[in-house]
């Protein structure tokens, strides 16, 4: 299975000490899964300017990231006004990717995660109590 990583997390999912990421790096080093990531302007620079370029770079070479790009930024651009949040980036790659899991922190964006449940019919994993939703990867 395939997660979205919220920009949100990348403070808490570089601590190694935050107890609600543990179970997704263990997942992702396991090689239970992996986390969708997109080219587009507005997902590269949410990683760069979130202190996650290198960690990106770490994770592609570890086959611990699936790169989609085809349809993401058209999808975002149609999603533009017509969603509750300001995520129209997230929700289209979830759309396009078919990716049901979104980890974002717990007092994280209540639109986004409206529009996530909402739209992709998806979950958003936020402690880890929630470690049921990291399943066995299908993610090619």
Not at 78 to 95: F, M, P, T, V
């Amino acid at each position: 299975m395939c997660v979205i990583l919220d920009a949100n997390t990348f403070g808490k999912f570089r601590d190694p000490d935050d107890e609600d990421m543990e179970p997704v790096r263990r997942w992702l080093q396991k090689g239970s899964g992996k986390i969708v990531y997109t080219n587009t302007e507005t997902f590269k620079a949410e990683w760069e300017l979130g202190g996650m370029k290198h960690r990106r770079d770490q994770m592609m070479r570890a086959g611990q990231l699936k790169l989609v790009a085809e349809g993401v930024q058209e999808k975002a651009d149609e999603l533009e006004g017509e969603i509750e949040s300001n995520d129209e980036h997230i929700i289209a790659l979830a759309l396009i990717a078919d990716v049901k899991v979104l980890v974002s922190y717990k007092e994280g964006d209540k639109d986004l995660f409206k529009d996530f449940k909402h739209l992709v019919r998806g979950k958003v994993y936020t402690r880890k109590t929630q470690k049921h939703l990291l399943t066995k990867d299908t993610c090619p």
